[in-house]
């Protein structure tokens, strides 16, 4: 598995449509999917997944450069529910992991059911995409890995070890797996990710490689704020291992947004349903600049607090000198749960298709 800093054949969405995860009929959060795809779009070629039902009205709301296509799904979570790409070393070909979705934890704690739609998003994509898929026993969520593209794997326990996801398997089974599909040595398990993050501690929204051996990682200097013990934990771990080319890493603090809290006016919009995470006023939100997805010669990254986003901004770019970052407000992707890490799935280029 390349890392996502890596060259890319281009970027793949999904549209987000439930009105019980999205408020006011997922409008303002269309329109912050628009942005982004528009932003990624100056870098890469973006294809956006979209039902029958919504598919003129996303046609009508996006850039003709990008490519709207039919996609059944049950959320708009593409890092999650897309393929995991993998390269063939030497033949360049390019190929998909597919693994088993469970919407973060089936029955058990996961956000939303069925899911049946989101688990057939990664072989639509690679018949699309004309890449082999290998279909893992396991399921995993894209957003629970990082990689550095030279054999190095960042995760955390409460995802990977939860038993909501793979209850039969062992840390050691889930590692040969991850070894197995993704062509892994090094496998370093951070304990927790930011606080209340509903994905049970997604890696991707505590930490990242900018390349191989550097490492940002969300942060915060305030001692009664729970992420303050998360963020210090994370980075005694990274400051003691090692990666799979024997390098220490390079561990660069970003500050992160807020608090920042769900308001009555946000809660009121949502439709209800059962099955639905609730979304009540003043539930805190897990918000962090480094849920961000690297494209061709640029960064986009959300921008979530008027008081911090420059100096968020400022600390990317910092890390990523030969690339253009550039600042979304994304704020109604946050609501929905994630950021633009997670609604973003990057197709390397390889050398050849299958
Ligand atoms: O963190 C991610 N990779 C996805 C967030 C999904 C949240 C679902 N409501």
């Known amino acids: 598995m390349p890392g996502e800093f890596e060259p890319h054949a281009g970027c793949w969405m999904l549209w987000p449509e439930r009105g019980d995860n999205w408020r006011l009929g ?6 912050c999917f628009v942005a982004i795809a528009t932003a990624i779009a100056r870098f890469e070629p973006v294809t956006m997944g979209v039902s029958r039902a919504h598919f003129e009205d996303a046609r009508h709301q996006l850039p003709a450069a990008i490519r709207v296509v039919e996609m059944a799904h049950d959320d708009a979570w593409m890092r999650d529910v897309g393929p995991t790409f993998v390269v063939h070393d030497q033949r360049g070909l390019v190929a998909g992991v597919d693994w088993g979705f469970n919407a973060w934890g089936g029955l058990d704690g996961g956000l939303y059911f069925p899911w049946h739609d989101d688990d057939l998003v990664a072989g639509k994509v690679l ?5 082999d898929r290998y279909r893992a026993p396991l399921v995993l ?6 990689v550095d593209g030279e054999g190095t794997l960042l995760t955390t326990e409460e995802c ?8 039969s398997l062992s840390r050691a089974e889930i590692e040969a797996y991850l070894r197995g599909y993704l062509d892994v040595e090094r496998i370093v398990w951070l304990p927790r990710g930011v606080y209340l993050d509903e994905t049970d501690g ?5 930490c990242c490689f900018a390349r191989p051996g550097v490492v940002l990682l969300s942060w915060t200097d305030d001692p009664d704020d729970p992420v303050y013990a998360i963020c210090r934990e994370a980075r005694a771990i990274l400051e003691k291992e090692r990666d799979a080319r024997g390098r220490v890493f ?3 603090p970003v500050q992160q947004p807020g608090p920042l809290c769900q308001t009555a006016e946000e809660s009121a919009g949502l439709a209800y349903s059962h ?4 979304r009540r006023p003043g539930d805190r939100l897990a918000g962090s600049y480094i849920n961000f997805y690297i494209a061709n010669g640029g960064v986009v990254m959300p921008l979530l607090d008027d008081a911090r986003d420059a100096a968020a901004v400022a600390a990317v770019q910092a890390c990523f ?4 970052v550039v600042g979304v407000p994304a704020r109604e992707v946050l609501l929905g749960g994630g950021n633009i890490h997670c609604i973003t799935q990057q197709q390397p280029i390889g050398s050849q298709s299958t």
């Open 250 to 252: 390079e561990v660069h």
């Open 127 to 131: 018949e699309i995409a004309g890449a």
């Open 160 to 167: 990977l070890l939860n038993p909501n996801r793979n209850p």
């Open 321 to 324: 000198p030969d690339r253009e």
């Open 141 to 146: 969520e894209g957003g629970s890995i990082h």
């Open 275 to 278: 099955s639905a995470k609730p």
């Open 26 to 31: 997922a409008k303002p959060a269309q329109q």
């Open 202 to 206: 997604h890696v991707d929204n505590l």
